[in-house]
């Protein structure tokens, strides 16, 4: 009942995967979004950017951006 901010801690976050992630970013940037993480590529090859909400909540913005195998970023299988 609610909100990130209220509590002082986040709750969740949402992943919305867009075609052109680098305009969404600069436009929401240019809005003056509170901006986490700036537009940059992960080691599994997202291209992705990070922003919080008025609420608190945080949204991760993501491109895919380039195929590699798990072995070339270090990925493990957990054992069972």
Do not use: C
Not at 5 to 10: D, S, T
Not at 32 to 44: D, N, P, S
Not at 54 to 79: C, E, M, Q, V
């Amino acid at each position: 009942m609610a909100t990130p901010a209220q509590l002082g801690y986040g709750t969740q976050s949402l992943t919305i995967f867009l075609d052109d992630v680098d305009s969404h970013f600069q436009r929401t940037k240019a809005a003056g979004a509170k901006i986490l993480e700036e537009l940059h590529e992960t080691i599994y090859g997202e291209l992705q950017y990070a922003a919080e909400d008025l609420d608190g909540h945080h949204w991760l913005f993501s491109r895919h951006a380039r195929d590699l195998s798990p072995d070339a970023w270090g990925a493990k299988i957990a054992n069972r």
